[in-house]
């Protein structure tokens, strides 16, 4: 996950500086609005029913009850159909999916649940600084943004080194912290004096 601030007119502001340290990126909306293309994911329902239609005949197939009955990609039942019976991925390679489908079928059904419940919008992002990430979902609240990439997130959980509850629950509780755009400038400003400070 990370933050994006839309504050000044560069797009980037010292970025130099900025790997020195722990410091917030800083964006402005035209960059963002240049970067990142909104992308509506329900005009293809082709996707979205085969999505959650395989959800479903996982469910049927290993004769297990999800966890949560209603939405079917509630995230702990993404959990549970990656790791109980023949699991997700094993499931799908017997009808010859490819990696990256069944990786895009738990990101479709982790991202429409996140659409459903908090109002994040997918975006199509156009540099994206790694394959996977080139998807992406954003919560914007005033200025203050989560960014979230579902196809990277998707693979960590079918490599089993995250769970999309997990994800989920920060969400959650971010969603309700997320910081004012004037304290992340405090913040940015304070610490490139520090680096300013330990340079001189």
Known sequence: ??????????????EENRQDTNVPDIYNE????????????????????S???????????????????EPINHPLNLDQIVNEGLGFHTYCKAFNLKDSMITLFLAT???????????????????????????????????SMLSIYPMEYALKVLNKE????????????QLDNMPQVNDVLEIYLNRLKEI???KA
């Open 1 to 14: 996950m990370g933050f994006f601030k839309k504050l000044f007119s560069s797009k980037k502001i010292n």
């Open 30 to 49: 035209e960059y963002l609005n240049k970067r990142y293309q909104e992308d509506d994911i329900f005009k293809n329902t082709t996707l979205m029913d």
């Open 51 to 69: 999505c959650m239609g395989m959800f479903r005949e996982f469910y049927r197939d290993n004769k297990i009850q999800p966890k949560v009955q």
């Open 109 to 143: 059904g982790f991202s429409e649940f996140l659409i459903n419940k908090y109002g994040f919008k997918v975006y199509k992002d156009s540099e994206p600084e790694f394959p996977k990430r080139m998807m992406t979902l954003r919560y914007d609240k005033n200025g």
């Open 162 to 173: 995250s769970a999309f509850e997990t994800l989920y629950t920060r969400i959650d509780t």
């Open 196 to 198: 300013g400070n330990k």
